[in-house]
């Protein structure tokens, strides 16, 4: 059995704990909240958090495919880039996979001279981390962009209502 199907056969273990640590990631208080509840509907970014982990787990597995990592990526990367994380904070969770390997599988893969199989994931793990980097900067630069549109919206709204503007049947939508 070669190390990927290894992790393959504890992959519940393992997402378990990584999901785990992303948790740990957020205030106390809503860890406690987001670790208890489990309905979908009452806790929607817990689950999703859960549910993409599960997700990018089993593309980090595969590794066959750079457009089903990123797609699997983004998803994580959606939620935590419109939180109020630092890009450090918001992209760390991908290096918090390494820490769940390590510990369930280092001492044992160094003792046996297979640690060159752990090395080889963390290689996958620090490639998953720069996709992710470009999808964080992809979201929040749509984020940024859609906010300067709102204010652009406002302003000439209140323009309009003040009477500073008058729209006339020769201005298109792409005006306001």
């Not at 199907?5 to 990631?25: E, F, H, M």
């Not at 390590?102 to 046996?112: H, P, V």
């Amino acid at each position: 059995m070669d190390f990927s199907d290894r992790l393959a056969q504890d992959r519940a273990k393992l997402v378990s704990g990584w999901a785990d640590l992303i948790l740990g990631t957020y205030p106390p208080e809503t860890q406690a909240v987001w670790r208890k509840q489990t309905d979908r509907f009452a806790n929607p970014v817990g689950m999703a958090i859960l549910e993409a982990a599960q997700d990018l787990f089993d593309a980090f597995l595969a590794w066959d495919d750079a457009e089903q990592v990123a797609g699997a990526l983004e998803a994580l990367v959606r939620i935590r880039s419109v939180q109020n994380f630092k890009p450090s904070q918001a992209l760390c969770f991908v290096y918090l996979l390494k820490k769940v390997l390590r510990d369930a599988y280092l001492k044992e893969l160094a003792e046996s001279g297979e640690l060159a199989e752990l090395m080889a994931m963390e290689t996958r793990i620090d490639n998953m981390g720069l996709i992710a980097f470009d999808l964080y900067s992809q979201t929040r630069e749509q984020i940024f962009s859609l906010r300067v549109e709102e204010v652009k919206r406002a302003q000439y709204n209140l323009l309009r209502r003040a009477r500073m503007i008058v729209d006339s049947p020769a201005a298109g939508a792409d005006e306001r």
